[in-house]
């Protein structure tokens, strides 16, 4: 077999993963909405206020609730004033703040009982950043007040399951980060990375949510992706779940 040359990459194969089951629990920031500058700028701005590591703190905020970041990277801080500061910038600053591309599209096919968001950070912060990014607010949600442990912690998706009143075990779980990874697989759920990078633990994982399709088949729901996938989540491996059960082909 000849090599390819060099700085040539192999051909990517387009595969289908698909799953079916009761409702999604949607992450907010980095899954449905981009507002990685926006956060990335207040949390820079916080850690210069306090006399941080930015890169540090930035690298430790992913995922995490305000009250969880300030506990972990300045542990003698008011941490109330700390996150009040954080809760107040975010809100009143969403420039940049946009949807994730094919966030509108998935949330427009998808039955607004079949769905909800939960997310690290505060209601008034994913009001304002959903708002800012043109996209539809569930009439409920789970939000950084409405659980003492946050992600990794499954408490969140847990409520949200209960929120739609299904089973965690028949909800698909859509996140970008690790903690949310390990949040959703903690909670029973099935996972779908939304992002660049492999996300370790996921059972599959897409740029964006441009090639995620959902729609109502049979009073349940259904999810497929058509992506040229690559890294950890295989290469052009057909997956079906069958309302959440994962049954991968190889």
């Known amino acids: 077999m000849n090599a390819a040359p060099t ?134 949600f789970v939000c950084a007040e409405d659980v003492e442990r946050g992600k990794p912690d499954p408490e969140g998706f847990l409520a949200g399951a209960r929120l739609l009143g299904v089973d965690p075990r028949r909800c698909l779980v859509l996140e970008d980060s690790a903690a949310g990874v390990a949040a959703g697989r903690g909670a029973g759920a099935t996972v779908l990375a939304v992002g660049p990078d492999d996300v370790p633990g996921a059972h599959h994982g897409v740029a964006d949510l441009r090639p995620v399709v959902a729609r109502a088949v049979d009073r349940r729901v259904e999810v497929v992706v058509t992506t040229r996938a690559t890294g950890a989540f295989g290469g052009a491996a057909e997956g079906a779940l069958d309302d959440g059960l994962p049954e991968f082909v190889a």
């Open 7 to 140: 700085g040539a990459s192999a051909p990517a194969s387009t595969g289908v993963w698909a799953w079916r089951g009761a409702a999604l629990l949607l992450d907010l920031d980095g899954t449905l909405v981009d507002s990685s500058a926006a956060i990335e700028r207040h949390t820079l701005a916080w850690a210069a206020r306090l006399g941080l590591d930015g890169d540090a703190v930035v690298a430790a905020s992913h995922g995490r609730r305000d009250v969880e970041v300030v506990r972990l990277v300045a542990p003698d801080a008011d941490v109330a004033r700390e996150v009040e500061w954080l809760h107040r910038i975010s809100c009143d600053d969403t420039e940049g703040v946009v949807a994730v591309p094919g966030a509108a599209d998935l949330l427009d096919g998808l039955d607004p009982r079949a769905w909800t968001v939960v997310t690290s950070a505060a209601r008034e912060v994913a009001l304002a950043r959903l708002t800012a990014a043109g996209l539809p607010v569930p009439a409920r």
